[in-house]
């Protein structure tokens, strides 16, 4: 299955969308193949992809990404787990992305989500702090601090291999801009996103997944400046 969106600048976001604001999103599952295209209009954005499989090791990053979280053996099905980011160029329109090819590997157990961020200014950097990455069963969240600098996007993400009933979920999903799952018979996934520009709040991220499978959550907070 294959979906994708323009959503444009007044998107998903805070500040009453005048700040950063959600720009596209394209998500793919049922993939032993993961290649996705660079749509136009996304210069100067900040793209995000959380992109999962089972009995890999995943090869390096695609050039001019940078990785956020990587890990290729959770539980025993072997649960394969990569987040990167990049901010991207005129170059990269219309190019297409392959995080992982491999013809030999169920199409049951692959996904991928890309999301893009439009930025009004010009970006210096992109800082990666309240890293948590746990898996099932779930002992430790993510503490969202008050009084980040600049914008912040922060982000939850993660999926279960074997989980026959539960959807995974996060609590307090009021406070979330965008929450996308899939709900597939093998694997279920889901992606999180808040935009904090002027108003912060301070929280700890709680995953709620099912126990007795593969199960790996994911969370983190960029802010940019």
């Known amino acids: 299955m294959l979906w994708s969106k323009a959503i444009g600048a007044g998107g998903a976001g805070g500040a009453g969308g005048a700040g950063v604001t959600l720009n596209y999103e394209l998500f793919q599952t049922g993939v032993n193949t993961t290649t996705f295209p660079i749509p136009t209009g996304v210069a100067g954005n900040l793209a995000i992809v959380s992109y999962t499989h089972a009995y890999i090791y995943m090869p390096t990053l695609p050039a001019g990404w940078t990785q956020i979280y990587y890990n290729s053996n ?89 989980s026959a009933t539960m959807t995974p979920s996060y609590a307090d999903e009021a406070y979330w801009d965008v929450i996308d799952r899939s709900t597939a018979a093998l694997v279920k996934t889901v992606f999180a996103l808040e935009i904090q520009e002027t108003l912060k709040t301070n929280r700890d991220i709680l995953a709620v997944f099912q126990t007795g499978s593969n199960g790996i959550s994911v969370s983190f907070v960029l802010t940019l400046s």
């Open 74 to 162: 959770v539980g025993g099905n072997r649960q394969a787990h990569r987040i990167m980011y990049k901010v991207l160029t005129a170059a990269d329109e219309g190019t297409n992305v392959t995080i992982y090819s491999n013809s030999s590997l169920s199409t049951d157990y692959g996904t991928v989500y890309l999301k893009t961020f439009y930025i009004p200014t010009s970006l210096s950097s992109v800082n990666i702090s309240s890293l948590n990455a746990d898996i099932v069963p779930f002992a430790s969240t993510t503490a969202v601090t008050s009084g980040l600098p600049g914008s912040s996007i922060v982000v939850a993400t993660g999926s279960t291999y074997n």
